[in-house]
């Protein structure tokens, strides 16, 4: 029977949303390995929208779910939809909308708060005893879903995993092309473009990252 992965995307583009380079390599692994993948993202606002040709913050509102679906190929739904009883794992991309619209954590750091939805739909998976993969920042917001104590990495950034110890993560370093895999709590992580200079760089650990969530999917909780 194949596995069903949720992956919840934060927008369309690195600076403002779903790094999309992590999010297609996510959703290209998980098919090579046979998995049935459904993608969910918040209906809300997007904090801010950035031009990524030239950089700076346009007078423009997009919507998180609205965008989402253009890496999703329309084939997306509201996070409200995520039933945790429907899948064996969930998976979160990284890019600024993970610190921006899925949290405020670009904004208050350690003082952060989760999206609720974004915050509901993940702690029912650690509930229910199931995976989780973070990717590139949204270990982040690991201590803030699993409480103190759980292991995850952002690579080697020292001032955001300061922020990640102050709100009781344990931070370890880790190459771009490897994970940290929290096995008590059924967590794998992985630097991505925290550290990586290529799209194979990030595809290395992507990789990993996915085949470590579809066998810890195995493993009873």
Same mark, same amino acid.
């Given at each position: 029977?194949?596995q069903k992965?949720a992956?919840?995307?934060s ?7 779903? *790094?999309i380079? *992590?999010s297609?390599?996510t959703l290209?692994?998980l ?5 049935q993948v ?5 209906? !809300?606002?997007?904090?801010h929208v ?6 700076d913050?346009?007078d423009?509102q997009?919507?998180?779910?609205e965008?989402?679906?253009r !890496?999703?190929r329309?084939?997306? =739904? ?5 039933h945790?009883?429907? /899948?064996?794992?969930?998976i979160?991309?990284?890019?600024f909308?993970? %610190?921006?619209?899925?949290?405020? /954590?670009?904004l208050?750091?350690?003082r952060c708060?989760?999206?609720?939805d ?6 029912? /998976?650690v =509930?229910?005893g199931?995976?989780?993969g973070?990717i590139c920042?949204a270990p982040a917001?690991?201590? =803030?879903i /699993?409480g103190?104590g759980?292991t995850?990495?952002i690579?080697t950034?020292? *001032?955001t995993a300061?922020?990640?110890?102050a709100?009781g993560?344990v ?5 771009v092309?490897d !994970?940290?895999?929290?096995t008590q709590? =059924?967590?794998?992580?992985t630097? %991505?473009?925290?550290?990586a200079?290529?799209?194979s760089q990030? %595809?290395a ?5 996915v085949?470590a969530?579809l *066998?810890?999917s195995?493993t009873?909780g």
């Open positions: 029977m194949k992965v992956v919840i995307l927008g369309c583009g690195v600076y403002d949303g779903a *790094e380079h *992590e297609v390599l290209l692994r098919d090579q390995r046979g998995a459904q993608c969910f993202a918040p209906n !809300i606002p997007q904090m950035i031009d990524h040709y030239r950089g913050e346009m423009q997009r919507n998180v779910l965008e989402s679906a !890496i999703a329309g084939n997306i =739904k509201d996070l409200h939809e995520l945790v009883a429907d /899948f064996d794992a969930v979160l991309p990284g890019g909308g993970v %610190a921006k619209n899925l949290s405020d /954590f670009a208050l750091g350690a708060t989760v999206q609720p974004v915050l509901a739909a993940t702690q029912a /998976f =509930k229910a199931k995976p989780v973070l920042i917001l690991a201590a =803030k /699993f103190a759980v995850c990495t690579g950034d020292h *001032e300061q922020a990640m110890t709100m993560a931070h370890a370093e880790c190459a092309d !994970i940290v895999i929290d709590h =059924k967590l794998v992580t630097p %991505a473009y925290m550290l200079q290529s799209i990030a %595809a650990g992507i990789n990993k990252l085949d969530v *066998e810890l195995h009873p």
